[in-house]
């Protein structure tokens, strides 16, 4: 009641926040290091943020995650934009579950080939086409999905979806044509995930051969010995089965894990790619190509759109290759017709 400004309000924030700030010696822990807490902060003012006492705390709660998302230890005011998202978050969440059920999810598959230009396997990509919202980019649902745990049916489906087809393409004269299966970090630190991974090869009769499973590079470095460990216990229970590291090049791998990683690829980053006659990135590109191939590990090179890139990465003779250049993502029917005309390996 003391505040008669928005400003005042932020000023007893950034108060508690700096009293909270020093760090304490805690009495039953004999750490020889202090302990530092953090503070995440929502402000709604009354009467403009609401009348009564729900919507007021709702709003700062709403608030307050802002808060969280946007790096913690800071003080956040209330505004409406944070309703309308909160409103589209409850939105995507609510649909994913429909959408499961009412088959909205479909599959596209990018081909990856190899410097003659043929296809030797495939990436698959989910799609969502929402009732309301229209085409979603998985950049939009994917994050929700994770959030609210319903990764797990649905990154289930997807697994499922893409072995059956891959397996059914191999029995169609494409024997060796490979899937490779975005893992989200949620699902790959589910601790039935490997259980999860055999049914699904057995329903399917994929061979674990034509499977690969992509993890990031972040996934894997925010618990490296635990990751390590799980990527062990999926190979030795699916022999033939092989990993890739996704997005390399942006999550801070320390070199010590990454010679001990248990992974077939490397996919560098398609953000390098992408700028790879600007700045020092060819430099950069040239190091990872490097570090994988002494790792004994294969390259992927994704995001290639154009000839120059696609000219670099044939003299450096990296492996494999990904991108608007050859192929973009296509449905399975198309996937099929352009297999047809000869462009498998
Ligand atoms: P990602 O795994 O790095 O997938 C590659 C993304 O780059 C795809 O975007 C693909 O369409 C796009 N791409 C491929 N070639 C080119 C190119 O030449 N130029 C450019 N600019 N882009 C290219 P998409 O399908 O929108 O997927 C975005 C991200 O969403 C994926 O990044 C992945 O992290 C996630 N995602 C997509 N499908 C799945 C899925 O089934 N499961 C999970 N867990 N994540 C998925
Ligand atoms: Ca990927
Ligand atoms: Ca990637």
Request: charged share 25%.
């Amino acid at each position: 009641p003391a505040i008669h400004h928005k400003k005042d309000a932020a000023k007893v924030a950034s108060k508690i926040l700096g009293a909270l700030r020093s760090p304490y010696r805690l009495a039953t822990i004999k750490a020889t290091s202090p302990v530092t807490i953090g503070v995440s902060i929502g402000i709604s003012i009354i009467p403009a943020d609401g009348k009564d006492v729900e919507t007021v705390t709702k709003n700062a709660d709403l608030a307050m995650y802002t808060a969280k998302e946007t790096g913690k230890n800071r003080s956040v005011f209330y505004s409406r934009d944070m309703d309308k998202k909160a409103f589209e978050k409850w939105e995507i969440e609510q649909g994913i579950k429909k959408g499961i059920q009412n088959r909205e999810f479909r599959l596209c598959y990018q081909p990856l080939v190899n410097m003659q230009e043929k296809i030797i396997g495939f990436e698959a990509l989910i799609r969502w086409n929402h009732p309301e919202l229209g085409d979603l980019p998985p950049g939009r649902f994917i994050p929700i999905a994770e959030e609210t745990g319903l990764i797990t049916p649905l990154g289930n489906w997807i697994m499922e979806q893409a072995c059956r087809d891959t397996a059914k393409l191999n029995k169609s004269g494409y024997s060796s044509l490979f899937v490779a299966i975005n893992l989200s970090s949620k699902q790959f630190e589910q601790k039935d995930i490997v259980d999860n991974i055999s049914s699904i090869i057995q329903r399917t009769r994929i061979k674990p051969g034509n499977l690969k499973l992509e993890i990031t590079e972040t996934c894997i470095m925010n618990a490296p010995e635990e990751a390590i460990k799980k990527m062990h216990d999926i190979k030795a229970r699916q022999p033939g089965i092989q990993i890739a590291i996704d997005d390399f090049g942006t999550g801070y791998s320390s070199l010590s894990y990454l010679s001990k990683l248990p992974a077939d690829l490397i996919k560098i980053d398609l953000s390098f790619v992408s700028k790879l006659f600007q700045s020092n990135n060819e430099k950069i590109v040239n190091a990872i190509i490097n570090l994988a191939l002494s790792l004994g590990m294969e390259i992927v090179a994704e995001g290639v759109e154009s000839h120059d890139q696609f000219v670099f990465f044939k003299q450096k003779k990296c492996g494999l290759l990904q991108g608007f250049y050859f192929h973009k993502p296509l449905d399975y029917i198309d996937l099929c017709g352009i297999l047809e005309k000869g462009v498998y390996v």
